[in-house]
């Protein structure tokens, strides 16, 4: 054991020295690893937000899609081009209810309000097909111009949001 102490007391500063050369080689390794896994994680980051906002957009341009097949099944009513009412598209309003947190506030009212609007349209399809009266007075209630023409006023006010926000995207 005194020899073991002697040596290192007699060459303490050669193992200094090689003690600080590992310590070195230790820290490189230990730098250069790090920032290789700081690019993988900024990598996987940079694609979930990627994947994330295709998502925002994929539901927003099927949300405008329905937007914009609502609008010409309500302005087909309205010019008289097709010969019955209509009951309109509510499915992806179904599942979203208006809470979209890729839109601003305003744009998510603003689709709560529309499909209320298109609920209380489908109710009165509704009524109409089970009292047959489709095309008697509840028909031309519904086709009653300033109801599809609010329709149509609503419908074209959020189609142009909503483009506006797909466009934030792009």
Request: hydrophobic share 40%; no cysteine; net charge neutral.
């Amino acid at each position: 054991m005194k020899q073991i102490l002697e040596f290192l007391n007699e060459n303490s500063g050669a193992i200094t020295a090689v003690a600080t050369v590992i310590l070195v080689f230790v820290t490189i390794w230990y730098a250069r690893s790090t920032a290789i896994m700081a690019a993988i994680v900024k990598e996987q980051f940079d694609e979930t937000i990627k994947k994330e906002q295709d998502s925002h957009k994929r539901m927003l341009l099927d949300i405008l899609a329905e937007t914009n097949s609502n609008l010409d099944l309500v302005t087909a009513m309205k010019n008289n081009t097709i010969p019955d009412i209509v009951k309109l598209n509510s499915d992806l309003w179904s599942v979203h209810k208006g809470y979209f947190n890729v839109v601003g506030e305003m744009t998510q009212k603003r689709t709560r309000e529309v499909y209320l609007k298109v609920n209380e349209h489908n109710s009165l399809w509704e009524r109409a097909i089970r009292s047959e009266h489709r095309y008697g007075d509840l028909n031309n209630r519904i086709r009653n111009t300033a109801h599809l023409k609010e329709l149509i006023e609503s419908f074209t006010y959020l189609r142009d949001e909503l483009t506006n926000e797909v466009k934030k995207y792009s």
